[in-house]
């Protein structure tokens, strides 16, 4: 079985300022992850996703996370916080092994960008 | 590629009333995914379907929840009898399963947006 928890369910940061999105994950195996976006009134969109290889992963507008396996962690950073980032964003994990690969997903972090 | 089409993208609806939600995944996408979002438990998995055949419906509440996909390029959630706590965003989602660089990158529609009164 898997799970994701993330840290902080809001999230408020100064426009500029560092972004730190907490995820930790539990897999028996080792898992893919992935960074999740939801701006309001829309669907869910990828930023970025860890399968294999480099651990530091890039995404879009700015954002990546690094794989850690020692800690079980992928948390999400930008060096510099706009106010269009402002929006809910969601970690994932699945395991490769499953059939049909479905994802399990964090409660998500709201985060707020303030001007 | 339009994405993943949702309809309606709202509803407002009574209490008893019969309700179906409509989703068009991805041409070419063989895993097909309902999701349900409210505030108080998040992002819940109802039920997915691999090449039309419905897998895992665990997640699905209880009987009055049903879906269906009766071909690759739609699917049905349908609510009957529809309740107030039926009330939230209901998702679909797409995928290509089978290709290592597809990875489980869901593609999510935009929502429905239910309202039982």
């Known amino acids: 079985a898997q799970s994701v928890t993330q840290l902080g369910s809001h999230v408020s940061v100064s426009e500029g300022a560092l972004v730190l999105l907490r995820c930790n994950y539990s897999?028996?195996?080792?898992?893919?992850l992935f960074w999740y976006v939801q701006y309001p009134n829309q669907g869910l969109q990828l930023l970025l996703k860890y399968t294999t290889g480099a651990t530091l992963v890039k995404g879009i507008n700015g954002f990546e996370a690094e794989f850690k396996k020692s800690e079980t962690s992928f948390h999400l950073t930008k060096p510099s916080a706009h106010m269009s980032d402002a929006a809910e964003y969601f970690c994932a994990v699945s395991d490769p092994r499953g059939s049909a690969r479905q994802l399990t997903f964090g409660s998500g972090t709201q985060l707020t960008v303030l001007p | 590629d339009a994405g993943v089409i949702q309809s309606p993208r709202h509803e407002v609806t009574e209490m008893g009333q019969e309700v179906t939600l409509r989703c068009k995944p991805i041409?070419?996408?063989?895993?097909l995914f309902w999701y349900r979002q409210t505030m108080m438990r998040g992002l819940e998995l109802l039920i997915y379907f691999n090449n039309n055949v419905p897998i895992d419906d665990s997640g699905m509440p209880e009987d009055r929840f049903s879906a269906k996909m009766p071909n690759a390029s739609f699917s049905t959630l349908k609510i009957q009898p529809s309740e107030p706590r039926d009330s939230a965003v209901y998702f679909c989602a797409s995928t290509r399963t089978g290709s290592l660089s597809g990875a489980n990158v869901l593609t999510f529609g935009a929502g429905s947006r239910l309202t039982v009164l």
């Open positions: 041409s070419g996408h063989n895993s």
């Open positions: 897999s028996s195996v080792p898992p893919y």
